[in-house]
């Protein structure tokens, strides 16, 4: 296991490199036990690259980190502090984490009109955005306006539960980070793609509950990185964990 995670942490840095140099990145974090202390396994993902990192602290100085000076066209995330400060021109939040949100709404009040709205909102705008090849150019952009018409409408209302307001404080601040995918096709309008990345460390997780050292935990995230990297080169995870050995030796003849 060491001297596999030496390996790939030479690979590390590459695919950081990728991932700076992405126009649109994908970002998500988990809780992570390491030594006893509370730290945090973050993804950064892109079109050709997966970076697995995993920190002592969750604030937006590990992003900073992570980009240096580079600057994402579009970042994607959930409302987190530090993925909303993310460096990126634009910003698209995860619809997915927004519909969840919304049902808790609509849960504690069933007859409130502003929740069940937003929710249908967001799932036609999802669905337009999966229809975008069978329209035209003029059809497909005419039903985008009238999508952010019924946005702009809707964030003009007048709520008074806490939980709705709360929401609706937040799409006013975010207002132009809930359409971005709208506008370019490369931007997702939810953030799966980190989530599903992350969903094998959260399965080891409660399997193994902690990592023992800083060096397991940096194995880990630098094998994760390797392996989902190479997935998205078509390379099978076992490929991609033996190529950190180089060559293996031939097989001995039968018989030897």
């Not at 929740?115 to 150019?137: G, I, T, W, Y």
């Amino acid at each position: 296991m060491q001297r596999g995670g030496q390996q790939a942490g030479q690979q590390v840095e590459p695919i950081q490199n990728e991932i700076q140099q992405s126009k649109v990145i994908h970002s998500d974090e988990t809780g992570s036990r390491v030594d006893g202390q509370n730290w945090w396994q973050w993804v950064f993902c892109s079109a050709t690259a997966v970076l697995h990192v995993i920190r002592s602290n969750r604030s937006v100085d590990v992003i900073r980190d992570i980009m240096a000076d580079h600057i994402a066209e579009v970042w994607v995330s959930d409302c987190y502090s530090a993925q909303v400060k993310a460096p990126s021109s634009e910003h698209q939040l995860c619809l997915a984490h927004q519909l969840r949100n919304l049902q808790a709404v609509v849960d504690l009040y069933p007859a409130s009109f502003w929740p069940r709205a937003m929710q249908a909102l967001f799932r036609s705008a999802v669905h337009l955005h999966n229809q975008r090849d069978h329209l035209s150019p003029s059809e497909f952009q005419a039903q985008v306006q009238r999508a952010e018409q019924i946005r702009d409408w809707l964030l003009k209302r007048s709520l008074v539960q806490k939980e709705a307001k709360r929401l609706l404080k937040r799409y006013q601040k975010y207002r132009d980070r809930l359409f971005v995918f709208l506008h370019r096709t490369d931007v997702s309008p939810t953030n799966n793609i980190s989530e599903r990345h992350l969903r094998p460390a959260v399965v080891h997780r409660k399997i193994i509950g902690c990592f023992r050292s800083g060096w397991g935990a940096r194995t880990y995230a630098a094998l994760a990185s390797v392996i989902g990297t190479a997935a998205l080169k078509g390379i099978s995870s076992f490929d991609a964990i033996q190529n950190l050995f180089g060559t293996p030796s031939l097989p001995l003849p039968i018989g030897a």
